[in-house]
Structure formats: C-alpha cells, structure tokens
T-cell receptor, first 115, second 113 residues
Framework: EPEVTQTPSHQVTQMGQEVILRCVPI?????FYWYRQILGQKVEFLVSFYNNEISEKSEIFDDQFSVERPDGSNFTLKIRSTKLEDSAMYFC?????????????FGPGTRLTVT | GDSVTQMEGPVTLSEEAFLTINCTYT??????LFWYVQYPGEGLQLLLKATKADDKGSNKGFEATYRKETTSFHLEKGSVQVSDSAVYFCALSDSANNNDMRFGAGTRLTVKP
C-alpha cells in the first residue's frame, strides 16, 4: 500500500542552524501539507501546497519557514534559523484531491530537537 | 474560524468498558469530519470519517455519527481493548476554508487489562 515517507526520523540541530525536513508524498496525490506537534500538544497546521505554490499557511509559518517541491517526488520544509521552540514532531501529509471528504495520509513524522 | 473541541483526557478504562470521546466543531461551510488515531511512536492514521450530516463512520468497532444539529462527532466503542490505547484526534475539513484540516487537541486513551 502506498505511504508517505519522511526523512530523517530524528534531527538534532543547534539553535540558529538551518534544517530541511524531507517528505515523499504518495505519487498520485496533488495536495501536500506540513503539520507540527509540540510534545504532548495538539497537531497544528503549518502550510498547504498545491500546483507548486502555497495555498494556505498558518500564523506559525513565518518568514523562517519555506516549502519546496524541488522535483516530482520530494516535498521539503526548511526552517532557516531554528529556535528552541521549533522543537517538535513535524508531519507531512498528502491528499489525492482537495475535496473536503478526501482524507489526508500522514507520514511517520520527523522529530526535530533544537538545542 | 473553524475549530474542533475535544473532551480533555487522559481517559483510563478497563478492558471491555464502553468508550465515548466527545468532539464538537465550529465551521463556516459544510465540513467533513474525521477521527484519526496516533499509536505510541507513530504518525496519524485515519480511523473513520463522515462527509455529510447523519452519516455514520465506522471502523475496528469504533463509530461516530455526524450530528449537524449539535455540531458533534462523538467517538464510541462498545468494548475497548488494551490495543486501543492511543491518542485520538477529531478533525474537520471545511470546503469554506480551502478544505484544509483542523485538529482537536487529542485525547489520550489508556486501556488497562
């Protein structure tokens, strides 16, 4: 069964460093998402991406964040200068279409630890 | 804006007990409603969904009915098992909000033998 994959599973970085989190969505999906879950807290929407551009972003997704689909398979989240409060699980998701009833398929997540 | 409110956990039950996790929502359009489950150390998996009023989603003994009049989508299971221990997230996707998904805070369920 097709699945969303994410790498790395755990990333440790120092404050102020840039990190890139990678995701490979399901191949025929058209909509892509990033979410964040700070330990023990709710899953927070960061950004949605369709047709090679951001379709919506949350207040969390400030100028330090960017997303890219550099080729036909990868979908990346870049944090330009990490802060301690960026420590969280980051989940990528994809969806075949943008219809409300379509489920999103989630990857296993990348745990980001900023020290 | 759209939002989802779940009952606060944690919830601890004995095996074979009845489970209810309450979920209510606020939406401007006509949302689809979902329950996702997160097992320890894993990502989110879809448990069930309902796309219109009065629809009932069901899977693995869990069920939830889309109630427009009470704006609710409560999750129920008649007899829980130890393997059901996980965090459960209620979510909505609203056509008036770009169909992006919004999650509740999650409810941690622990089932003891």
């Amino acid at each position: 069964e097709p699945e969303v994959t994410q790498t790395p599973s755990h990333q440790v970085t120092q404050m102020g460093q840039e990190v890139i989190l990678r995701c490979v969505p399901i191949s025929n999906h058209l909509y892509f998402y990033w979410y964040r879950q700070i330990l023990g807290q709710k899953v927070e929407f960061l950004v949605s991406f369709y047709n090679n551009e951001i379709s919506e972003k949350s207040e969390i997704f400030d100028d330090q964040f960017s997303v890219e689909r550099p080729d036909g398979s990868n979908f990346t989240l870049k944090i330009r200068s990490t802060k301690l409060e960026d420590s969280a699980m980051y989940f990528c998701a994809s969806r075949i279409m943008g219809l409300a009833g379509d489920e999103q398929y989630f990857g296993p997540g990348t745990r980001l630890t900023v020290t | 804006g759209d939002s989802v409110t779940q009952m606060e956990g944690p919830v601890t039950l004995s095996e074979e007990a009845f489970l209810t996790i309450n979920c209510t929502y606020t939406a401007t359009g006509y949302p689809s409603l979902f329950w996702y489950v997160q097992y320890p150390g894993e990502g989110l998996q879809l448990l069930l969904k309902a796309t219109k009023a009065d629809d009932k989603g069901s899977n693995k003994g869990f069920e939830a009915t889309y109630r427009k009049e009470t704006t609710s989508f409560h999750l129920e299971k008649g007899s829980v098992q130890v393997s059901d221990s996980a965090v459960y997230f209620c979510a909505l996707s609203d056509s008036a909000n770009n169909n992006d998904m919004r999650f509740g805070a999650g409810t941690r369920l622990t089932v003891k033998p």
